[in-house]
T-cell receptor, first 112, second 114 residues
Framework: GNSVTQMEGPVTLSEEAFLTINCTYTATGYPSLFWYVQYPGEGLQLLLKATKADDKGSNKGFEATYRKETTSFHLEKGSVQVSDSAVYFC???????????FGSGTKLNVKP | EAQVTQNPRYLITVTGKKLTVTCSQNMNHEYMSWYRQDPGLGLRQIYYSMNVEVTDKGDVPEGYKVSRKEKRNFPLILESPSPNQTSLYFC?????????????FGSGTQLSVL
């Protein structure tokens, strides 16, 4: 079956530090991969996506590369800001984008 | 403003008392879905709907019902709620057609079943 595994949090970093949040997946077929972000009291928002192997998704300084050989989609940012504090969810979807599978979420705290 | 609207934002109820959580979107999206969010488990899909009168089960449909009589609305019905359905619920929608994979989420409904 399909599933997503994320590193447990919380992750606490100082401003301008480098961020990596690990995500690995199990899937049948050729899934699309996503990172969603959830700010306190809000719904999830799409941060970036990749729809095929070796694609790199990027947005707001965040990047993730779809690695089929390691079944991974790790989220990275070179220099985090306090405003990046949120919960980050890795997700995958089947080819029809009807069923979505989310990881457990990783809370990021960025200190000034 | 394009949005997905859920109501109520907070709901406290008792075991066995039927309730409905409403979800409405103003983006003319064909696809809508419901999720529950629990600590350590992330979001799990309850039901989804690809169009009016077309619904299908997600991973955790037990104890829930849905209906899709109009394109804009997709209510979630708990006919006999139990304490294990205490959770944060999210409704989401997405457009059809090319590049249609982005989900738009509502702000959530925090449900407590006593």
């Amino acid at each position: 079956g399909n599933s997503v595994t994320q590193m447990e949090g919380p992750v606490t970093l100082s401003e301008e530090a480098f961020l990596t949040i690990n995500c690995t997946y199990t899937a049948t077929g050729y899934p699309s991969l996503f990172w969603y972000v959830q700010y306190p009291g809000e719904g999830l928002q799409l941060l970036l996506k990749a729809t095929k192997a070796d694609d790199k998704g990027s947005n707001k300084g965040f990047e993730a590369t779809y690695r089929k050989e390691t079944t991974s989609f790790h989220l990275e940012k070179g220099s985090v800001q306090v405003s990046d504090s949120a919960v980050y969810f890795c997700a995958l979807s089947d080819g029809n984008f009807n069923k979505f599978y989310f990881g457990s979420g990783t809370k990021l705290n960025v200190k000034p | 403003e394009a949005q997905v609207t859920q109501n109520p934002r907070y709901l406290i109820t008792v075991t066995g008392k039927k309730l409905t959580v409403t979800c409405s979107q103003n983006m003319n999206h064909e696809y809508m879905s419901w999720y529950r969010q629990d600590p350590g488990l992330g979001l799990r899909q309850i039901y989804y709907s690809m169009n009016v009168e077309v619904t299908d089960k997600g991973d955790v449909p037990e104890g829930y019902k849905v209906s899709r009589k109009e394109k804009r609305n997709f209510p979630l019905i708990l006919e006999s709620p139990s304490p294990n359905q205490t959770s944060l619920y999210f409704c989401a929608s997405r457009p059809s057609g090319p590049r249609n994979e982005k989900l738009f989420f509502g702000s959530g409904t925090q449900l407590s079943v006593l």
